[in-house]
């Protein structure tokens, strides 16, 4: 194998300074300087480098990452033009494109940008000045560079080698081993403005922590990266006390400060936490906004009943066919349940009740194998509480979201693996959601757990959720509904951050 053609391990980051690795240097002859012109094909797809530089084509693909975050880069493709159309296919495919062999049997750089490039959105030509410095330092080739494109200039510090040991070695020495690694291409990418911006939202419920970070592109929309709860159970004795416990607040305040800082790592532009029923009860939900926001800086906002349900209403009718007829939208969570009335697009009505999974839970004992006497107990009480939905006329559809709801469209589908695309859109029938009532009911937390579709944490309250969504069922005389996977974040998303 010749040596061009070896993969080396990588490590940059981008600065105005690069502290005491500059004086380092400075005391060090460079085994060379170089200037050129080249134009890099940056890809929203994929890092892969794809640079043109003295008339050739040149490609490298990210072969890995190791425990020390250094990339290992492996030649691909080294051409000049004109490139085949095969060639040019396999450029487009190492850039995350796939799509038939351009139509010309060979490409010149001109075409190429002039006719190929301009057929995908996810695609950018730059031209890019380098002027490149570089070093030999303890077996490792260091690269000092000041990058210059019609937007502005950045320099850049590299460390390269066959080995990564070395490379992680020289970072170490150098005393930035604490500075991102950014490769070139994401670098450049940040530098023209045709990146992927991150934005992260946080909805703090009474029995969980959501979790939400998505991309908005440049022309498009949104693209999830991470969607994920963790059940903390912030209202747990909260219904006796009127107050946040002081283990389910840590517990909570914790899965927060952890959402926040993994958004930090990916680079999340903007972070919106907001909080729902549990927060707007407790009369000390000030100690958790003052915690998570020492900790981490992010304060949370305890947003109204109403403006939940608006939010709910506008997460499940921007996704979901629901027709034009009459509309119901409920949300059900941990400390409270959200309905919106109307049609697409018009809103009639909206309002929240005190009605969630946790509190029935502690007050009628279904976190284990329950009764006929204490089900009948449970399920009269929930119709009490659902009492502003009586008297209502029948809607033409119903739409239900909330992680009661989720979870049974899981149980229901068999999914061993939660799957939102298959959860969304689903149809339950209330024959669905009885037959889940008598299999919880019949079985301990424990046995729960080992339900397949059910997540496992939310073994002691799926139950109560259960009989919710039965009742609110019972209330509006519906047999069916469709779920919804979308919820109060995704809305919140959209709305803070904007549609793209």
Partial sequence: MSPEIVPRWEWRTFGESFGTAEGRLALLDPDRIQESDEVYLLSLESDASAKVRDGLMDVKRLQGVDKNGLEQWRPVLKLAFPLGNGD?????????????????????????????????????????????????????????????????TARTLAVESEDA????????????????????????????????????VVDVGTNSVKFHLADRRPGTGWRTVVDRAEVTRLGEGMREAGRLQPEPLQRTAD???????????????????????????AENSAELIDAVRERCGVGIEVISGEEEA????????????????????FDTGGGSTEFTFGQR??????????VGAAPITEQFG???????????????????????????????????????????????????????????GTVLGRHEILRQ?????????????????????????????????????????????????RGLRHALLAERFGTG
Avoid: W
């Fill in 345 to 354: 697009g018009r809103v009639d009505e909206q309002f929240s009740l005190p």
């Fill in 437 to 485: 009532i008598e299999l919880y009911r019949r079985q301990s937390a424990d046995d729960r757990r080992g339900i397949v579709g059910l997540q496992p944490a939310r073994a002691e309250v799926i139950l109560a959720g259960a009989c919710i969504v039965r009742t609110v069922l019972d209330k509006l005389q519906c047999d069916v509904l469709k779920v919804s996977d």
């Fill in 165 to 200: 040991a070395v490379v992680a070695a020289t970072v170490r020495e150098f005393g930035v081993e604490d500075r991102p690694n950014v490769c070139l291409g994401r670098g450049l990418k940040s530098l023209v403005g045709f990146e992927d911006v991150l934005f992260a």
């Fill in 255 to 281: 899965a927060i400060v952890g959402m926040v800082q993994e958004a930090r790592r990916a680079g999340a532009a903007e972070i919106a936490a907001v909080g729902t029923a549990g927060m707007r009860i």
């Fill in 366 to 424: 279904l976190d284990g194998i329950v009764s006929d006497e204490q089900l009948a107990a449970a399920l009269q009480g929930i119709e009490a509480q659902l009492g502003r939905l009586d008297g209502r006329e029948r809607p033409a559809a119903v739409v239900g979201m909330g992680g009661a709801l989720t979870n049974i469209a899981a149980v229901s589908l068999g999914l061993a693996q939660y799957d939102p695309a298959a959860v969304q």
């Fill in 88 to 152: 040019v296919s396999n450029v487009l495919e190492e850039l995350g494109v796939h799509d038939d062999a351009p139509p010309r049997k060979a490409y010149t750089l001109e075409q190429l940008l002039d006719e190929v490039v301009p057929g995908y959105p996810v695609l950018k030509a730059v031209e890019v000045h380098k002027r490149r410095v570089h070093y030999l330092v303890d077996g490792c080739m260091v690269e000092l560079s000041e990058v210059s494109v019609a937007a502005g």
């Fill in 310 to 329: 608006r939010l709910a209403y506008v997460a499940a009718t921007s996704e979901l066919d629901v027709g034009g007829a009459s509309l119901a939208v």
